[in-house]
Every structure is written in structure tokens, then in C-alpha cells.
């Protein structure tokens, strides 16, 4: 499960800034994540000591996706924090930071 928090919240990460579902493939040489996506995964359970193949998590992950994901957050009248998808665009970028920092450190 925490493979797959992980992966879900990259995605959405991915999703909003760029506009673009993430998609996931394999490179012919070793079965290696070939899109930018499955790459930034792969770089981010390493950082976290995660060992579960990457396959499972990401394809998980892309499927639990909708348009709302897609589209950028956006501070709405009464200020960012009180848009709900601006707050969890948030979270998901501390968790993430929090996350690469605590692996950086050991």
C-alpha cells in the first residue's frame, strides 16, 4: 500500500503540472521504466528504500487518475488554502519533498 500511495500521489504531482496522463512503459534493454514518469517513480522508491517492482503501483496508480487530476490547481476567491484541490496539490508536494528529504539524509 505505501508503494502505491506513493505512485498515486506522483501521479496526480504529474498529472496537474503537466496537463498529460502519465503513462508507464519498459525499456527493451532490462525491463527499465522508459517514460519520464515511470523514471521519477523509480527514482523516488529508491530514495525511499521502497523495493516492490514499480510495474503494479504505477499501473494502479495511472488507473485511479480523472480529468480533475489533469487540471492545474487554482486559488480560488477566499484564498488557496481553502481550495480543496490547491490544499491537496499541497500535500502531496510536502509529502513528497518530506519524503526525498528523509532519504537524502540517511
Known amino acids: 500500500y ?7 500521489r506522483v501521479a496526480r504531482l504529474y498529472a496537474s503540472k503537466t496537463g498529460e496522463q502519465p503513462t508507464f512503459g519498459t525499456s527493451r534493454d532490462g525491463g527499465h521504466p522508459s517514460t519520464k514518469f515511470g523514471k521519477a517513480v523509480e527514482s523516488i522508491f529508491q530514495i525511499l528504500g521502497i523495493e516492490a ?26 484564498g488557496g488554502l481553502l481550495n480543496p484541490k490547491l490544499r491537496e496539490y499541497t500535500e502531496n508536494i510536502n509529502a513528497i519533498v518530506e519524503s526525498l528529504e528523509k532519504g537524502q539524509a540517511t
Do not use: M, N
Open 2 to 8: 505505501y508503494a502505491r500511495t506513493i505512485a498515486l
Open 53 to 78: 517492482d514499480i510495474r503494479g503501483p504505477v499501473e494502479w496508480a495511472i488507473s485511479q487518475l480523472t480529468d480533475e487530476d489533469l487540471e492545474p490547481p487554482q486559488a480560488g476567491r477566499a
